[in-house]
């Protein structure tokens, strides 16, 4: 039988990681939401904004725990810094990999495989960063960023990972606390901007019906570029706060990733912003869960056989309400 205490560690640490699945996911629910498209470069965003707050740190020279009102200045930099890389990679994918093939009305197989492409484009360009530096002789200049470039990096967290509360063995840190407030808080954001704002009506408008949208004068190519840019801005964020509760990262990270956030936007109805995030808190206690009764090793196996009976009994996701017909 499980202890008490065991069962309460796995369920928030499952919170926690379920946060941040959630948070990942919402760029894969709001671009399927407004195109239809799996945007499967969504990945390597999340990767590339992970490595804008790796560096960050790095050029603050921020030291592992050192605390004080500078470790939060710090944070809040090297969250500026993932949220604006990665809206930037997101409107660059969506520049370079779908806008041509949207004004050319190409079939949703020819973006999937545009988006693949860019996926692998984007994770190999930060994997051959060392060599790219070399070639323009900036590897001495560049050298703590750019190596070593095929394996993991270290994030310094300059926030103290102190224990807020320890009762009979169930223990919360502060780390852990500050990932799941904040990624609760983006996401409660990021649905009130769609709902209550005049471009979030306009996103939810195309979603809805895009003729009927440009009849009313929302501009189409706008609302694609606001939907990406969201969906990078969260990738970013989710990015720090992963790098808070891992504390690494590496060129190929969005891959696995990548696919727990997008199977956590189909648990919980892709096209749904609320169902990101009940599908992220889902998949996020359902490994935990899974890795108790079965070992680490078969984490993977229980969250993906979780997605195929949800997708059984109920192809739409657990609310499977889409974006266009969000309440108002």
């Known amino acids: ?39 499967f470069a969504h990945s390597e965003v999340f990767m590339w904004g992970s490595f804008a707050a790796v560096w960050m740190m790095t050029l603050l020279n921020a030291r592992a ?19 604006a890389v990665s809206g930037a990679v997101a409107l660059l994918v969506e520049r370079v990999a779908y806008r041509r093939l949207r004004e050319k009305k190409s079939p949703p197989l020819v973006a999937l495989i545009s988006a693949i492409g860019a996926s692998f484009m984007l994770s190999e360009i930060m994997g051959l960063r060392d060599r790219i530096a070399g070639w323009l002789n900036l590897d001495g200049v560049l050298g703590d960023y750019v190596r070593p470039a095929r394996e993991n990096t270290q994030f310094v967290n300059p926030l103290p990972n102190a224990t807020l509360l320890d009762v009979g063995g169930f223990q919360v840190r502060s780390t852990q606390l500050i ?63 992963y790098l808070m509760h891992i504390g690494v990262t590496r060129y190929n990270v969005g891959f696995i990733l990548g696919i727990k956030a997008f199977t956590a936007a189909v648990l919980g109805g892709i096209g749904n912003i609320r169902g990101a995030l009940l599908g992220g808190l889902v ?46």
């Open 1 to 39: 039988m499980v202890p008490l205490s065991t069962f309460l560690n796995l369920t928030f640490t499952g919170l926690v990681v379920g946060a941040i699945y959630g948070l990942f996911a919402l760029g894969y629910t709001l671009v399927y939401g407004v195109l239809r498209l799996i945007n």
């Open 65 to 83: 725990g050192s605390g004080g009102p500078a470790a939060v200045l710090y944070l809040l930099l090297a969250l500026l810094a993932a949220m």
């Open 179 to 241: 990932v799941l407030v904040a990624a609760l808080a983006m996401m409660i954001a990021l649905e009130q901007f769609v709902r209550r704002s005049r471009l979030g009506r306009g996103v939810r408008a195309v979603s809805q019906d895009a003729e009927a949208a440009a009849l009313m004068g929302v501009d189409q190519k706008r609302v694609v570029q606001l939907t990406f840019l969201l969906g990078g801005l969260m990738a970013g964020a989710a990015a720090l706060l």
């Open 283 to 328: 998949l996020g206690l359902a490994e935990n869960y899974g890795s108790q009764l079965f070992g680490s090793a078969w984490k993977d196996v229980v969250s993906f056989l979780l997605l195929v009976v949800v997708l059984l009994f109920r192809p739409t996701g657990l609310l499977g309400e889409s974006l266009g017909k969000a309440r108002a």
